[in-house]
């Protein structure tokens, strides 16, 4: 290999970096015949960096070791492989060796800008607080660049003036007085004459607080209690006996401490005849003991006592109300059934407490939860089920009206997913509905599915009577997933004298799920877009055990009907699943074909042939559906009578 090449490739390894710390020129080709080439020749340091003295060769014996001596390793000391670090201030050649070839380095270390000072490990902002009983060991060395470096010649002192006193030895400080004085370190590096330390010494008495409960060994750091002495078969540590004594520079007082409560909340009581602490309720205060001029206080804090379930049943609560049946959870403390907290089972949840009534629990589509109820003293797991809201009052069922005025675009985007029961049966008498965004004049497949009123309504076999039907439904749009079930509305009104588009549930069902309805109403239809369910069920909707009954008159020609209207364009859409639903009307259930609107049950209108909707039952009176001899039995008893007059299904008011 010819030298020039071994060079180029030497520069191109090591790091520019490397060869521009300083140092003269590569030696000329003549000069590097049987010898080392090193990346530089000289190189400027400050104490703390380092360098990485690289070599390439020629004519030598690649097995041959190569060494590195440092001439002075006061100034530079270096490694087998070559990492020169700068340690002290001077001149020092680093020889590098390999067979019969050497070279060598010139290293010049100095301080640069930086300044060495004194460091002391522990020490901060120059203060150090001691007692009678301690000592501190002064750990001292440089700090320069970065690094920590010995100290030459340290000399520790003590200043003339102060009012403490302490010895000191090997390094060790310890003292022997109270009160405050001055510590000077001194001290060299290298040829610096470094800058004293200083630091602010307070000597204090040593003093150590010790409580305990009456006569017991045990040294309280805080004072456990528990809100009851017993429940449920069990004791709980309930009383608190405190017994203190101070030590002051190892000797020890028990009499003379003053004992204190602070105790804001009124969490304990401290009796001074009985030198005893007892409860009050769950909560924290303070105990301060005082002996001349040194105090300490402990913690004393009540715990409440866990008292497990209550109730096999769930409670049922109304997340938007919060209300919780304090009394009944807390029946066995008269005077105390007020709720202070609630948590979820693991405690890593705090809800809101006002007034007794627990806010932000979520609805869960009715599943069981649990939460952990306190009063001042106990805590029971409760079971609950909650609900988004629980309605009581016609005006309560205005939570699904929708009302965005004549933008229909907002409407497309309002989803309500929450869990809804009636408590109780709701009379709408005289109770009109604010009036909601009118959504026909757009057909089913022009809105959006999702939207709406896509959560769950449960009526629990409640009904909702004389209901008013506002504009579009009570409802307006039952979107994909909902469920509506087990409710009644009787003699719903569906006055159309005024306005146009009066349903009870809704304008459009999609993709629902309905069963155990039943809908009376013996209105006057005076105009188009009228029907007892819907203008519109789709053919995703599922619908059963339910019976719809309308006794009223008809004045319109066309889109109109007593039990739904169905889209249709070939008479072969219907929706999903329809089983056990009976409609007893002399008006018909419609079908739309082209905006022309004929009767679901015929089979044969103006030349098309149309194959009846399954499951639906259609008669023209009552006489007509009770002597049909219908099969009643996948209805729900809870909700229905079908005992009481044969062949007649009642709902159960």
Same mark, same amino acid.
């Given at each position: 290999?010819? *030298? ?18 300083? %140092? ?13 080439? *090193?990346?530089?020749?000289? +190189? ?20 041959? *070791? ?104 090997? #390094? ?6 109270? %009160? ?20 602010? +010494? ?23 209690? =528990?809100?009851?002495?017993? /429940? %449920? ?34 969490? @304990? ?11 009050? $309720? ?8 005082? =002996? ?7 913690? @004393? ?20 109300? %919060? ?14 059934? $007020? ?18 009534? @627990? ?39 205005? +939570? ?18 929450? =869990? ?29 599915? #999702? ?64 069963? !155990? ?45 007593? /039990? ?29 074909? #082209? ?16 194959? !009846? ?41």
């Amino acid at each position: 290999m010819k *030298l020039k090449y071994l060079i180029a490739s030497l520069l191109a390894f090591f790091p520019l970096s490397l060869v521009s710390c300083g %140092g003269s020129s590569t030696p000329s080709e003549s000069e590097q015949v049987n010898k080392i080439v *090193l990346t530089a020749t000289e +190189v400027d340091l400050v104490i703390g960096e380092s360098y990485l003295l690289g070599i390439a060769f020629t004519d030598v014996d690649p097995s041959e *070791l190569t060494s590195y001596t440092s001439s002075n390793t006061d100034i530079v000391s270096v490694s087998e492989s070559g990492l020169v670090v700068a340690t002290g201030p001077g001149s020092a050649t680093v020889s590098v060796n390999k067979g019969d070839a050497s070279a060598e380095c010139e290293f010049n270390v100095s301080y640069g800008t930086q300044v060495p000072v004194i460091h002391v490990d522990g020490i901060l902002n120059n203060f150090l607080e001691l007692d009678l009983e301690s000592s501190f060991q002064l750990n001292i060395s440089v700090s320069f660049s970065g690094q920590r470096y010995a100290i030459t010649n340290p000399s520790i002192s003590i200043e003339e003036g102060g009012t403490g006193e302490a010895t000191i030895s090997d #390094n060790v400080i310890t003292p022997s007085k109270t %009160g405050d004085f001055v510590l000077k370190i001194t001290g060299s590096f290298n040829d610096f004459t470094l800058h004293p330390y200083y630091i602010d +010494v307070t000597v204090k008495d040593a003093v150590t607080f010790y409580l305990r409960d009456g006569d017991e060994g045990f040294e309280y750091k805080e004072v456990n209690l =528990y809100s009851l002495s017993e /429940f %449920g078969g069990k004791e709980y540590k309930d009383s608190f006996t405190p017994n203190p004594a101070i030590s002051i520079n190892g000797e020890v007082f028990t009499t003379g401490i003053a004992i204190d409560l602070i105790d804001l909340d009124s969490v @304990v009581n401290y009796n001074q005849t009985t030198n005893t602490i007892t409860p009050i $309720k769950a909560g924290v205060a303070s105990l301060r003991l005082t =002996y001349g001029e040194y105090q300490k206080s402990y913690i @004393v804090r009540v715990n409440h006592v866990f008292g497990g379930n209550i109730g096999n049943e769930p409670y049922v609560i109304d997340a938007s109300t %919060g209300v919780l049946p304090s009394e009944e959870i807390f029946k066995d403390f008269p005077g105390d059934n $007020k709720i202070i907290k609630a948590t979820n089972l693991d405690g890593t949840l705090d809800y809101e407490v006002v007034d007794g009534k @627990v806010f932000g629990i979520q609805a869960n589509n009715f599943e069981e939860q649990q939460v952990v109820v306190y009063n001042s003293k106990i805590a029971f797991i409760v079971n609950i089920k909650a609900y988004t809201k629980i309605l009581r009052t016609p005006e309560d069922l205005n +939570v699904f009206i929708i009302n965005f005025g004549e933008d229909t675009s907002k409407v497309q985007t309002f989803r309500n997913d929450g =869990y809804y029961i009636l408590a109780n049966d709701i009379d709408c008498s005289g109770y009109t509905y604010p009036n909601q965004t009118r959504m026909l004049g757009m057909s089913s497949n022009q809105i959006d599915a #999702n939207c709406g009123f896509v959560g769950t309504f449960d009526g629990q076999g409640h009904t909702i009577s004389n209901l008013k039907a506002p504009k579009g439904g009570l409802f307006l749009i039952i979107g994909n997933g909902a469920v509506i079930k087990n409710v009644g509305f009787k003699d719903a009104v569906l006055d159309t004298s005024k306005d146009n588009d009066k349903f009870v549930l809704a304008t459009y069902i999609y993709a629902a799920d309905i069963s !155990n309805i039943f809908i009376s109403s013996s209105s006057l239809i005076e105009s188009v877009n009228n029907a007892l369910v819907a203008a519109c069920v789709t053919n995703t909707c599922a619908m059963y055990n339910s019976l719809f009954e309308f006794y009223g008159d008809a004045t319109v020609n066309q889109n109109f009907g007593s /039990f739904m209207h169905v889209p249709n364009t070939n008479f072969n859409y219907h929706p999903k699943y329809l089983a056990n639903c009976h409609l007893i009307s002399e008006i018909p259930m419609t079908v739309a074909n #082209n905006n022309r609107y004929f009767d679901a049950i015929d089979y044969e209108i103006e030349g098309w042939t149309y194959n !009846n909707i399954p499951n639906i039952k259609h008669y023209l009176n009552e006489n007509e559906f009770i002597n049909s001899e219908n099969d009643f039995s996948t209805f729900d008893s809870r909700y229905w009578d079908t005992t009481t007059i044969p062949g007649r299904l009642i709902w159960r008011d």
